[in-house]
């Protein structure tokens, strides 16, 4: 079992940033792939960026290149989601999710077996 806690979440003005935390206890971290999710109101969960078990590889959504900056402390347990330059668009419910699978980047929400609670990015425009 993994517990995932997201925090850093908040209200910010467009072109503003945020960076947000995940930290997971109970399995070895590193033995996960880490992605970050957002679900807006109306609208489906979808990717927003992804990172190996080793932090080596990463991807992100087309909107978020540029912009956003996964990155991940396996000392820590912990994964990070930088994200600048805020637009109003991606005000949504971020969630952290883990992936058993470690050597390389997942996309799909169905191969993450553990979620975090949410949490949520308003950005006004």
């Known amino acids: 079992q993994v517990l995932l806690v997201e925090s850093g979440g908040g209200l910010v003005q467009a072109g503003g940033s945020l960076r947000l935390s995940c930290v997971a206890s109970?399995?070895?971290?590193?033995?996960?792939?880490m992605g970050w999710f957002r679900q807006a109101p109306g609208k489906e969960r979808e990717f927003v960026a992804g990172?190996?078990?080793?932090?080596?590889?990463?991807t992100y959504i087309d909107s978020g290149k540029g912009r956003f900056t996964i990155s991940r402390d396996n000392a820590k347990s912990t994964v990070y989601l930088e994200m600048n330059s805020l637009k109003f668009e991606d005000t949504a419910v971020y969630y952290c999710?883990?992936?058993?699978?470690?050597?390389?980047?997942?996309?799909?929400?169905?191969?993450?077996?553990?979620w975090g609670q949410g949490t949520q990015v308003t950005v006004s425009s």
């Open positions: 999710a883990a992936s058993p699978l470690p050597t390389r980047v997942v996309i799909s929400a169905l191969q993450y077996e553990y």
């Open positions: 990172i190996s078990g080793s932090g080596v590889s990463t």
């Open positions: 109970g399995r070895t971290f590193g033995g996960y792939a």
